[in-house]
């Protein structure tokens, strides 16, 4: 049966790489997914662009397992030299935008979920939702569906993690910031310009360090990541914005970053866009992780953001394929990466349920 639904989630990843599902346009993906679950007679639903389902022997008493990973992408940058929307297998891979994030990640956890649909007596209930706007972080993700699954006891969440066990990851505040000064003519004497002010304010986010550090995770991650000042060459403007990017470990709460840097940053102000974004992590004791590291898999922290950051039960991340491909040019997936990714998914659960 694992042979023959490697086989399908192939030609599934393949579909899902030619119709084109950018965060909020996931529709026509989501109408491929759905024909999935019919095939298999699979009891599912549908939430705007996210497709769901529970395990057919669904019991309330039971903890429940989440599955999940997104079907929309990115857009294709402009670096690409092959169609993005073509799915193309050359030496074992398989090209196309959406293959490694999370394509890839997403037909193996359906694969799996289906492997283990119709079996009774589960020790943890199953629920998969393959999701929406995760690219985007918008209000019609997996965010949105918390509310109308059952509740989730613990998650995998399907990103490209080479199969290794990402048993953290940082979470995220990105803050709008300014540097105020007196504008005036760039012909007369100023002592305040306002660019030459964000002088002292860079270096002071360049040299900043938050003192917790983490174990899975490291240091807080500041950078400053965007910067605007100014209409003409010959008017000094009253203030620079710049854009600030925390990447937030465990050890702080985004509320916490929050009023650090409210506090210390020498800026005219520092307003945070969203505290929704957090960490998240799972106890390297969990049954969940040790049955990843009895089958060899090692543990990390990860530096990147996925729907991880809008659960509150403990999750793992988890899939094939390699973060370092996400949204680069002639984004790919090894053919053997899904193979291996099922057949590890699989071997994960039977340790446990």
């Not at 694992?2 to 346009?25: G, H, R, V």
């Not at 996210?50 to 022997?57: C, D, F, P």
């Not at 935008?97 to 359906?110: E, F, H, K, P, W």
């Not at 002088?199 to 360049?206: A, D, S, Y």
Request: charged letters at 25%; hydrophobic letters at 40%.
């Amino acid at each position: 049966m694992i042979q023959k639904l490697t086989t399908d989630a192939i030609a599934l990843l393949k579909n899902l790489i030619e119709i084109p599902s950018f965060s909020s346009e996931e529709d026509k993906t989501a109408e491929l997914i759905e024909q999935w679950f019919k095939k298999f007679n699979i009891d599912y639903k549908r939430t705007i662009n996210n497709v769901w389902a529970l395990n057919k022997h669904f019991d309330e008493s039971k903890p429940t397992l989440l599955l999940n990973s997104h079907h929309d992408t990115v857009k294709p940058n402009s670096a690409y030299t092959k169609d993005p929307f073509k799915a193309i297998v050359e030496d074992s891979k398989l090209y196309g935008l959406g293959s490694n994030d999370a394509g890839g990640c997403l037909v193996s956890l359906i694969a799996t979920f289906t492997y283990f649909y119709e079996q009774p007596e589960l020790k943890y209930n199953l629920v998969i939702v393959a999701s929406a706007e995760e690219e985007s972080s918008g209000p019609n993700g997996l965010n949105s569906m918390l509310k109308i699954i059952p509740k989730i006891d613990v998650a995998i969440v399907g990103e490209p993690t080479l199969m290794q066990l990402a048993i953290a990851e940082k979470g995220l505040v990105v803050f709008d910031a300014k540097v105020k000064g007196t504008p005036s003519h760039s012909a007369h004497p100023n002592d305040d310009n306002a660019i030459y002010n964000c002088i002292n304010v860079l270096q002071w986010f360049k040299d900043y360090k938050f003192e917790k550090i983490s174990d899975a995770l490291g240091e807080v991650k500041l950078t400053v990541s965007q910067i605007k000042a100014g209409k003409q060459h010959n008017a000094v403007p009253a203030e620079v914005d710049l854009v600030v990017d925390v990447r937030v470990n465990d050890r702080y709460t985004n509320a916490e970053i929050v009023d650090i840097l409210q506090k210390e940053a020498p800026c005219d102000s520092i307003i945070p866009r969203s505290l929704r974004l957090n960490s998240s992590s799972i106890p390297k004791e969990h049954a969940l992780v040790q049955a990843g590291i009895a089958l060899g898999r090692g543990t990390y922290g990860s530096p990147t953001l996925s729907d991880q950051a809008v659960l509150t039960c403990p999750s793992l991340k988890l899939g094939p394929g390699d973060s370092t491909r996400s949204h680069s040019a002639d984004e790919f997936i090894y053919i053997s990466e899904i193979e291996e990714g099922i057949e590890l998914y699989v071997k994960l659960l039977q340790k446990i349920l």
